[in-house]
């Protein structure tokens, strides 16, 4: 079967679409144009997004690539076109997922590469095509995509192909607004399956919770389950968190206005809006100081401490530590009452104050 497909003529291409007219079918019956809130800007830029991705930054890199073969490697091209096909597939895959795994969590950590993916995490609703919010520049530098035209480039056109729409069926789905995995959360003869699948590929619940608004969320994790089609990368590197629900709230906790312009050429065109990250004027300050910070907590509450000392609402965080290594401290108190909370950033008991900031007074 799968040889008489591959026989095919743009066969990936057919499957892709297919894939996307799959789920914004069942998102256009599941309610969702009706109930969105999106606004005119989110659908331009997520429109847009896709179609430059793959009319113009994808054969773009892809031109480039068999142009540099072809004068530094011309006795590489094609080279794989008899391999093995699995292996050449497996390779491609399991290449490419853990590049983009590494570029993603490497976007959540750098200021500058924050700002190209900050779009994609502004999106207040789940839905397939906020898998393609991300800014020109984001997609242009983007290393898997290098590596697939490196793949084509070496004869594996045709195990590119089947990836390609394995790896969208599992992108796109993940982001999609349709949980197809709830019901296996739901009934108990179903959970081994989702048990053993969810820590193999990405499922919606592991993917809506990097997109949760908040880790005060018991199904958010912002920072955290950085994969796209395999799960193993988070779990290999510590950075995976896996729920059996969906956040309430999706997108930033810092709400700023960006036209889709700012959003997709950004840092060519900034934005006007002074309070966001997009805006030439835009600064992010240290906030910690060298002392602490005393706030009525209470007994049972969850709260985030920030870490990072950019909070604007210290001593707890505010979302300012995206684009840097920092994560937020969640924690519950075991008291009502007031409660010293270090601000210096540099307590061996955080979030708690153990008065540090005397030393670094002196
Ligand atoms: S603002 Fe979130 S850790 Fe500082």
Not at 157 to 186: C, E, M, N, T
Not at 305 to 323: E, I, L, R
Not at 340 to 350: E, G, P
Request: proline residues 4%; positive net charge; aromatic residues 14%.
């Amino acid at each position: 079967m799968i040889k008489s497909l591959l026989a095919i003529k743009n066969f990936d291409v057919y499957f892709v679409i297919g894939i996307i007219i799959f789920f914004s079918l069942l998102e256009t019956v599941s309610g969702f144009l009706k109930n969105s809130n999106r606004k005119k800007d989110d659908w331009i830029q997520e429109i847009l997004s896709f179609v430059i991705l793959g009319n113009l930054i994808k054969p773009l890199i892809v031109f480039f690539v068999f142009s540099l073969g072809n004068i530094f490697l011309p006795e590489y091209r094609f080279v794989l076109t008899d391999s093995n096909f699995t292996g050449v597939l497996l390779s491609y895959l399991l290449v490419d997922d853990l590049i983009q795994y590494w570029y993603h969590r490497t976007a959540h950590e750098t200021e500058f590469l924050w700002k190209l993916h900050r779009p994609h995490h502004q999106a207040e609703e789940m839905g397939y095509f906020v898998s393609y919010r991300n800014a020109f520049i984001y997609y242009l530098v983007m290393p898997n995509i290098w590596w697939v035209a490196l793949i084509l480039f070496l004869g594996g056109a045709k195990a590119v192909a089947l990836g390609l729409i394995l790896k969208q069926l599992v992108i796109i789905g993940s982001h999609s607004r349709i949980k197809w995995d709830k019901p296996f959360y739901q009934y108990a003869l179903l959970q081994p399956i989702i048990k053993v699948l969810e820590r193999i590929i990405i499922t919606p619940a592991f993917h809506h919770s990097h997109h949760g608004t908040s880790k005060l969320e018991l199904s958010s994790d912002p920072n955290g389950n950085f994969g796209n089609m395999l799960s193993i990368w988070d779990q290999l590197f510590g950075t995976a968190t896996f729920h059996s629900s969906y956040p309430s709230a999706y997108g930033l906790l810092q709400k700023t206005n960006d036209s889709w312009k700012a959003s997709y050429f950004y840092p060519l065109i900034k934005s006007k809006d002074k309070t966001s990250e997009l805006s030439a004027e835009f600064k992010k300050l240290n906030t910690s100081t060298l002392n602490s910070i005393t706030v009525p907590l209470t007994k049972g509450e969850n709260y985030l401490w920030c870490a990072c000392g950019k909070s604007k609402t210290q001593p707890f965080c505010d979302g300012s530590h995206h684009g840097t290594k920092f994560k937020p401290l969640k924690f519950t108190v075991k008291r009502d009452g007031d409660i010293k909370l270090c601000n210096c950033k540099k307590s061996n008991r955080s979030p708690f104050c153990d008065d540090k900031h005397l030393n670094l007074l002196n």
